[in-house]
């Protein structure tokens, strides 16, 4: 499966930005599904999930309460909804998809595709 994530951009703090990522090649409708960041000079770090079954969705700590991920099956996207974006959210943001159905994925390792990144800038 390809991913192409796209939506990022300059952004005030405060504002809110919606992330979309685009599968192609396969159908992901029952893959677990998840959004990750890396910041320039840090790791990657986890910022949602959301289950190959849809039942469950999990998010990062620092992005609880103002991220949302969500997925339209009928359009093969999923989408991360930021809200009340912060400086320290800049970062490149990524996409991945993960086929096993096998619970629920947190770690990037448990992701075996991924997106080319979008870029999220944040100015104070």
């Known amino acids: 499966v390809q991913l192409q994530a796209s939506g990022g951009g300059l952004v005030q703090a405060g504002g809110s930005l919606r992330l979309s990522c685009a599968a192609s090649?396969?159908?992901?409708?029952?893959?677990?599904m998840g959004w990750f960041r890396q910041a320039p000079g840090k790791e990657r770090e986890f910022v949602a999930v959301?289950?190959?079954?849809?039942?469950?969705?999990y998010y990062g700590d620092s992005v609880k309460g103002r991220f949302t991920i969500s997925r339209n099956n009928a359009k093969n996207m999923v989408y991360l909804q930021m809200n009340s974006l912060k400086p320290e959210d800049t970062a490149v943001y990524y996409c991945?998809?993960?086929?096993?159905?096998?619970?629920?994925?947190?770690?990037?390792?448990?992701?075996?595709?991924w997106g080319q990144g979008t870029e999220v800038t944040v100015s104070s």
């Open positions: 090649g396969r159908i992901i409708s029952r893959y677990g």
């Open positions: 959301i289950s190959w079954n849809d039942d469950y969705t």
């Open positions: 991945a998809a993960d086929p096993r159905r096998l619970g629920v994925p947190l770690r990037d390792v448990e992701f075996e595709f």
